[in-house]
C-alpha cells in the first residue's frame, strides 16, 4: 500500500463572500421566514 502525500489549504473564501453567495441563491425573506420558523420550533 502507497502513501500519498497530502497538504492543508486554507480557504480562500471569505465568509461575506459565502453569505452573499447564499443571498443570491436564496432570497433573504426565505431565509428570515426559515429562522423565525425554527426559532418558533425552538420554544415549543
Known sequence: MQLKEFSLVLPLVESG???KALET???SDAIEQA???RHGFAYR
Open 35 to 37: 429562522i423565525s420558523l
Open 25 to 27: 441563491a436564496i432570497p
Open 17 to 19: 463572500m459565502v453569505l
